[in-house]
């Protein structure tokens, strides 16, 4: 059973098919009011432009309403169980997300951590604001904890550089006299590159600004069914995603990945699919 599969068994939650009444008689109504300010605007004269001004704006929050009411009527209708945000908290062995959430308008799936900052990603319905923190904390214990041991083994290795520097210069100082004004000189150097990279370590452990990008790339070809699938529900108002397994953070996308849609609420999962290659698609093709 691989990650996205068993993701869906455990982590989504089916919705009730049957649409509301209450959320039904609004619907109703706003297709109504719709209708009756977009008659009452396209009738008015140049000198009532003060109301027409509100008409409009009345008229465009009714709208943006009531296509969300289309939206939640569809994906009930369509009987997409609803997505969990726990699977967005998986992290690898390195503290990164497990998953990558792909935008249909980009093959790039990109986030930033910064210091001073905070993820990039597209952008996730409001019931899952608060995994960034979670994952923010994971992402700052990991680099911490990283900049941490590379310190000890960096101070490890400066404390026996010193001694092997302070030996040499001992040494230069006693069979040369002034003449190993160079040497000391050289070996000022060498201390003065040790110390600005434990400086830089240290800056990276107290939180001074610092940023990690990372990105992957989904590869492969969309099968047309899905991909009709995926416009259908784009007209529909829906934002369409894509949640695919990270195998590499750098890399492209191997794994087949979820079909998401978000009513700015939550994420529903609307399908998965196969991807597949090129030559496979155009073999597929000819085959029929």
């Known amino acids: ?43 008015l004269l140049a000198v009532e432009k003060n109301s027409k001004e509100t008409i409009q704006k009345r008229l465009r929050s009714a709208d943006a309403e009531l296509k969300k009411l289309q939206l939640r009527r569809l994906l009930m209708e369509q009987g997409f169980p609803i997505l969990d945000p726990e699977p967005f908290r998986m992290r690898n062995e390195k503290g990164l997300p497990k998953l990558a959430l792909f935008s249909v308008d980009s093959d790039i799936c990109r986030f930033q951590f910064s210091s001073l900052g905070r993820f990039y990603y597209p952008s996730l319905p409001r019931i899952y604001d608060g995994v960034w923190h979670d994952i923010e904390l994971a992402m700052a214990k990991s680099v911490t904890d990283t900049v941490r041991v590379i310190k000890r083994r960096s101070r490890i290795a400066s404390l026996s550089l010193v001694f092997v520097v302070l030996a040499f210069l001992v040494a230069q100082q006693v069979q040369f006299g002034v003449a190993s004004i160079g040497a000391n000189a050289f070996g000022g150097v060498i201390l003065l590159c040790f110390w600005f990279v434990l400086h830089s370590l240290d800056a990276i452990e107290r939180g001074v600004d610092f940023s990690l990008v990372y990105s992957v790339k989904f590869s492969g070809l969309i099968p047309p069914e899905k991909r009709e699938k995926i416009k259908t529900l784009m007209k529909a108002g829906g934002r369409v995603s894509l949640l695919a397994e990270v195998d590499e953070w750098g890399k492209s996308i191997k794994t087949d990945p979820l079909i998401l849609i978000s009513d700015e609420e939550r994420f529903y999962v609307a399908g998965s699919f196969d991807t597949t290659t090129l030559e496979d698609y155009i073999a597929k093709e000819f085959v029929r």
Do not use: F, W
């Open 1 to 43: 059973m691989n990650l996205l599969t068993e993701i869906v068994e455990k982590h989504t939650k089916t919705q009730p098919n049957e649409y509301p009444t209450a959320l039904r008689e609004r619907e109703q109504t706003l297709s109504a009011e719709c209708d009756l300010l977009a008659k009452c605007e396209g009738s």
